[in-house]
Structures are given as C-alpha cells and as structure tokens.
C-alpha cells in the first residue's frame, strides 16, 4: 500500500477474499518473536481505532513507534520482571565531639541499630457484596478468523446493517465468544450501525403500501373514464331520437 503507513506500528495490506474481491487489512508484527495478527478494516484506515483495538486485544502499540509487541510477550515480560526487596537502613552511633579521657576500664561494644522500612498497609478486604470486576480476556487467533468469517458472511457493508436474522448476540453464540468481541471486530471493519432490520422492513412496507394505493387510483380512473365514455354514448343516442321526434312533428305540421 501507499508509503504514508510507514511510520505506523502496522502495515496496510490488500488480500484477495474467496468471491474473487481483494479487501483492506492491516497486519501486526511481534518486535519480539515476531507473531502476526490481521484485523479488516472496511474501506477507510483509521490509526486511532485500529491502536485501540489492538490495545483491547492484549497488544502493546503507540502511534509514536513502530514497534509492536504481541500479548504473548508482553505477559512473558511481566512475570521475568524483578520483584524490589525492602529497604534494609543501618545507623551507627553518633561520635561524641569532646572524647573523655580513655579510662582502664575497656568500653563495651555497641552495635549498629538496624531498622526496616515500614510495610505498607494492607488494603481493606471487599465488603460484602461488592461485585468483582468482569475481565473479558482477548480472542485467540482461530477464534478471531471465526468471528471474522460470520461478519464478512451475514453483514451488508452497503446498507450498514446486518443481514435479516443476523445480530452481534447471535454471531457470538455461533462462535462461542463474548458479545464485546463481535462488536470491537464489527466496527474496526465496517464502522458503527446505521440501519437495522426492522427499519428497513418498515421502509419496504411503507414502499408496498405507495405501490397499493397507486395502483388502486390508476384502476379507479380507468373505471370512471369507462363510466363516462358510457354516459356519453347514451346521452347521445337519446338526443338522436328527440331530434328523429321533433323532424316527424314538424313534418305533420
């Protein structure tokens, strides 16, 4: 794709789909053990979203870098991490400024105070009651090329909205993951909602019932008009025989 992407922690890939159609993707690269991961993203590559969405998913990536490191290696990198030990602080006795003279008796040795910093206070248990928080831990690979086959399958990129039947609820039963999934995928690849399907059921029905009505005026003309023609051809034939009527008086006459 276009060189404007270098500077991203992704790159911006064009992949051919099984219709024949090519479709955007952009691709994150591990820094470290250099694993790879792809999400859709429709037809327009918006950074802030894809960082974010790649930060939901257990990622670490900046706009301001170019490196990107995989959820694998950034927990890897938690648990080698050093745990600090307390501080352990040793005073010694304060010399005096005027020495006695040095007496027969021997002074007996005094050893250092040793003192240890003071442990931080322990936090206060959950009251009763207190719902934990839900921690929604990020889609596998085979799980997220699940989801994805469902969304590019039963979802109207054109009209925004998904096909009749289809929902976020029902995709994430299908693929057994969480709602949450379904909808952070749906929208880095195609943008929010704009339509629904009982909007647009109400838009076809509103489009029958013009149908209906235009139809019902166009025969009520063609019945009147057939009325009239009717109407005319007898007020004319009764008109010929008054006429006919009125040439035999006057003939009398």
Known sequence: MSGKWNDLPFSVLS???????????????????EAKEEYGVGTKVIPEMIVKQATRNGWRVS???????????????????????????????????NPAPMA?????????????APKPPMAAPP???TPKPTVIEPLG???????RG?????FDEERGCWKK??????????????????????????GPIRTTEEAELARDNIAKLKQQMQDQITLLV?????????????MNTRIAEIEKLLASVEKAA
């Open 127 to 129: 009251t009763q009651g």
């Open 150 to 154: 469902f969304i590019m399958e039963h």
């Open 104 to 116: 027969t008796t021997p002074t007996p040795f005094t050893r250092p105070v040793q003192m240890t």
């Open 222 to 234: 063609s019945d009147t008009d057939l009325k009239i023609g009717n109407l005319r051809t007898l």
């Open 63 to 97: 706009l301001n870098s170019t490196k990107a490191t995989c959820p694998k290696c950034v927990r890897e990198r938690k648990k080698s991490a050093p745990g600090e030990s307390p501080k352990t602080l040793l005073l010694a006795p304060k010399p005096m400024e």
């Open 165 to 190: 039947g289809w929902n976020d609820t029902k995709v994430a039963i299908e693929a057994t993951v969480e709602v949450q999934h379904v909808t952070e995928m749906r929208e880095a690849a195609f």
């Open 15 to 33: 992949v051919p789909v099984e219709d024949g159609h090519r479709r955007t993707v952009v691709r994150f690269v591990c820094s470290t053990c």
């Open 141 to 147: 690979v085979k799980d997220r090329i699940r989801v």
